[in-house]
C-alpha cells in the first residue's frame, strides 16, 4: 500500500505536468457571434476583449478579405459609427492566466496607421512596438520572444482621432498554460485518497 506520502507526491506531480503544459491556441473570433455593435467586451477562445465602448465582430472589413470572422472596430467614429468603438482594445485571458503572444493580423481601411502594441508582464513591467500598416491591408506580425508572460495586451491606433476609417485585429496566435480540469481531478482524488489513509490509520 502506497504511503500518505507518496500520494501526495503522485498526486502534486500529476497537476504540474498538466499546468506545465503549453497548449497553442488560435483566437480567431469564429466562436463569437457576429452584430453590429457588438458587446462591451467580445469573447474568443477563453480570452476576453474590453474597451471603453462597444465593439463588433464582422465578417468583412472595408474591401479587405477576412477568412471568417475578424475584430472590427473605428476608433474615431465616423461613417463607420455603428461600431461605437474604443480607440484601444485590452486582451486578457479567463482568470487573468498568463500567455504568451506569437503573431496576430492587423488592419485598417482608408488610412494607413502605426498600431502600437503594449504588453503587460507578469510581476510588473511592459513590453512594446509599434507596426506600421498600409491602407486597405490585413498584415502578420510576428512577436519575438520578449512578448512570455503576458497579463494583458494593449493594441491601440495611431491615427488622429478626428480621422475616419476602420481597424481590426485577427489570427491572434497565442500559447497558454492554463491547467487541464482533469489535473484537478486528480489532484482532489489523490487529496481523497490520503483523508481515507489517515481515518483508516486512526
Do not use: H
Not at 502506497?2 to 491556441?25: D, E, K
Not at 464582422?58 to 467614429?77: H, K, M, Q, T
Not at 487573468?96 to 502600437?116: E, G, K, R, V, W
Amino acid at each position: 500500500m502506497p504511503s500518505v506520502t507518496q500520494i501526495v507526491l503522485v498526486s502534486a506531480s500529476l497537476l504540474f505536468i498538466n499546468t506545465a503544459n503549453a497548449y497553442n491556441v488560435l483566437v480567431d473570433f469564429e466562436d463569437s457571434p457576429v452584430g453590429v455593435p457588438g458587446p462591451a467586451i467580445i469573447e474568443s477562445r477563453g480570452f476576453n476583449f474590453s474597451g471603453p465602448a462597444a465593439k463588433g465582430v464582422e465578417e468583412f472589413f472595408y474591401g479587405v478579405s477576412l477568412d471568417g470572422n475578424g475584430l472590427i472596430w473605428c476608433p474615431a467614429g465616423g461613417a463607420c459609427a455603428e461600431y461605437d468603438a474604443p480607440t484601444s482594445i485590452t486582451m486578457t485571458q479567463d482568470g487573468l492566466a498568463l500567455f504568451d503572444l506569437i503573431s496576430l493580423d492587423l488592419m485598417t481601411s482608408t488610412q494607413s496607421s502605426n498600431f502600437y502594441l503594449t504588453g503587460y508582464l507578469a510581476g510588473g513591467g511592459i513590453i512594446s512596438t509599434t507596426v506600421f500598416l498600409t491602407a486597405g491591408t490585413k498584415t502578420t506580425f510576428t512577436m519575438g520572444a520578449g512578448w512570455a508572460d503576458l497579463e494583458s495586451l494593449l493594441i491601440e491606433p495611431g491615427i488622429p482621432a478626428t480621422w475616419d476609417f476602420a481597424v481590426g485585429v485577427d489570427n491572434i496566435a497565442v500559447i497558454t498554460a492554463v491547467p487541464i480540469p482533469t489535473a484537478f481531478w486528480l489532484f482532489g482524488s489523490g487529496l481523497g485518497l490520503l483523508g481515507w489513509l489517515r481515518r483508516r490509520q486512526s
